[in-house]
């Protein structure tokens, strides 16, 4: 396998990991919404995903700038 597929490869799974943040960041702010809307009080398990899913984020955005340079 040549360097350059490995590359392309690399930045296919780091698109993966950046779509799968954002879908966990944006589930978690829907179950929070749900959540107030029936409850009144925010729910432990929203406010995790959400946490998760940014640091996620922030974590993946990282590797593809150390990636790329």
């Known amino acids: 396998m040549s360097t350059e597929n490995m590359i392309q490869d690399a930045d296919k ?3 993966v990991q950046r779509l ?3 879908v966990t960041i944006v589930i978690g ?3 929070l919404i749900l959540m107030i809307t ?3 009080e925010p ?3 929203p406010l995790g995903l959400i946490v998760l899913g940014t640091g996620w984020y922030f ?3 990282a590797r593809i700038r150390s990636h790329h340079r």
Do not use: F
């Open 29 to 31: 702010i829907l179950l």
């Open 59 to 61: 974590v993946t955005r």
């Open 20 to 22: 799968l943040s954002v």
């Open 13 to 15: 799974k780091l698109r």
């Open 43 to 45: 729910g432990a398990i």
């Open 38 to 40: 029936t409850e009144d």
